[in-house]
């Protein structure tokens, strides 16, 4: 909180800035090994995968174990990936089995994103429809409105 009362200004990138965000990653880590003895299960946002890329080992380190273990732990990570950025995120595609897709008007990036040439992703309707990626294919699916 800040003095007049209200949420205090962060910045935008304070994952990168702030060395807690990365101590709270690997914290997580030993907390989630403990999870499966317990009827808890937890889904983790973590946004701006491509900042982790840029810090130390550890926290490298610390982020595949809870990517690879996650969902066996009972943690089930929820990673958006700005296409823009997927080039640098290369090697750290292959933690994710499970993949959420929708348009991308580069078909290489569609590619890239889930390793096989057949996808289309092109056609796909923006705001409309997606796709979900996981080993045995890739069905699409309508998202119905609401009135």
């Given at each position: 909180?800040?003095?007049?009362?209200?949420?205090?200004?962060l910045?935008?990138?304070?994952?990168y800035?702030?060395?807690a965000?990365?101590?709270f990653?690997?914290?997580?880590?030993?907390?989630?090994e403990v999870?499966?003895?317990s009827?808890q299960?937890?889904?983790?946002?973590?946004?701006?995968?491509?900042?982790?890329?840029?810090?130390?080992?550890?926290?490298?380190?610390?982020?595949?174990?809870?990517?690879?273990y996650?969902?066996?732990?009972?943690?089930?990570?929820?990673?958006?990936?700005?296409?823009?950025?997927?080039?640098?995120?290369e090697t750290?595609?292959?933690y994710?089995?499970t993949?959420?897709?929708?348009?991308?008007?580069?078909?290489?990036?569609?590619?890239?994103?889930?390793?096989?040439?057949?996808?289309n992703?092109?056609?796909?309707?923006?705001?409309k429809?997606?796709?979900?990626?996981?080993?045995?294919?890739?069905?699409?699916f309508?998202?119905?409105?609401?009135?």
């Amino acid at each position: 909180m800040n003095g007049v009362g209200g949420p205090a200004q962060l910045p935008r990138n304070l994952a990168y800035l702030h060395s807690a965000a990365w101590d709270f990653v690997s914290q997580l880590v030993t907390w989630a090994e403990v999870l499966p003895g317990s009827r808890q299960a937890v889904h983790i946002l973590f946004d701006g995968l491509d900042l982790v890329t840029t810090n130390g080992f550890q926290v490298q380190h610390d982020l595949r174990r809870m990517l690879k273990y996650g969902p066996e732990w009972q943690v089930w990570p929820v990673v958006p990936v700005n296409h823009g950025r997927l080039a640098r995120l290369e090697t750290w595609l292959e933690y994710f089995q499970t993949r959420l897709l929708v348009q991308l008007k580069r078909r290489e990036m569609a590619r890239l994103l889930v390793g096989y040439s057949e996808i289309n992703l092109v056609t796909m309707q923006l705001g409309k429809q997606f796709g979900l990626s996981w080993l045995e294919g890739w069905p699409k699916f309508w998202l119905s409105t609401v009135e």
